[in-house]
């Protein structure tokens, strides 16, 4: 079965630091990738997705990640963080089944990483 | 005004107790799915289904049963025989290939 390994559990930066969080994935085939977040007191909501082309995809709120099959990663980074993007967010795997694109039909998530970000 | 809700938000239940989790979507979707969370553990998928009338087990699926008798609804229902029910949950639905998933607001369930 597939799995998805967050790297950290909890980041604290302050305002206007860099973010990268780390994604790593287990599946051998085409997969498609989201960033998920979760803002406090509110739904999971999708940051962005990758399904294929450009590997370096970007998303709402100035958040881009990359796509490095190589390494089965997808990293999530934004250049200067604000205390509103404190949150949970959430890698997500969705494995392809075939050239067509047909999905397996569900995703995998990881654990979760917490963003702290102080003012 | 499209989108997933739960109800209720909070739920109190004496253990040994069935307790079902609604779940009502009016995006058209296909598929729809429960999850649970909890900290440190990300999403961990429970049951899924792509079409009325079928559903998949996910991951972590003793303890839990569904049905899928009308597109819009996908009910949970949390059974006496799952050992640990105090958790927080989520509903979503996509499209058939899950092009991306929407969530509803969760139902956080205390089991005591």
């Known amino acids: 079965a597939q799995s998805v390994s967050q790297h950290n559990h909890h980041v604290i930066l302050s305002e206007a630091a860099s973010l990268e969080l780390g994604c790593n994935y287990s599946y051998g085939g085409t997969v498609n990738l989201f960033w998920y977040v979760q803002y406090p007191g509110q739904h999971l909501q999708l940051l962005l997705k990758?399904?294929?082309?450009?590997?370096l995809v970007k998303g709402i709120k100035g958040f881009e990640a990359e796509f490095i099959k190589s390494k089965f990663s997808f990293n999530l980074r934004k250049p200067s963080v604000q205390w509103s993007d404190t949150a949970e967010y959430f890698c997500a795997v969705n494995p392809i089944a075939n050239a067509g694109g047909t999905s397996y039909g569900k995703l995998t998530f990881g654990q979760g990483t917490i963003l702290t970000v102080h003012p | 005004d499209g989108g997933i809700t739960q109800s209720p938000k909070y739920l109190f239940r004496k253990e040994g107790q069935n307790v079902t989790l609604s779940c009502e979507q009016n995006?058209?979707?296909?598929?729809m799915y429960w999850y649970r969370q909890d900290p440190g553990q990300g999403l961990r998928l429970i049951y899924y289904?792509?079409?009325?009338?079928?559903?998949q087990k996910g991951d972590i699926a003793e303890g839990y049963s569904v049905s899928r008798e009308k597109k819009e609804s996908f009910p949970l229902t949390v059974t006496s025989a799952q050992k640990n029910p105090t958790a927080f949950y989520l509903c979503a639905s996509s499209t058939w290939q899950v092009d991306e998933q929407y969530f509803g607001p969760g139902t956080r369930l205390t089991v005591t």
């Open positions: 995006l058209n979707h296909d598929a």
């Open positions: 990758y399904f294929s082309g450009d590997p």
């Open positions: 289904s792509q079409i009325v009338n079928d559903f």
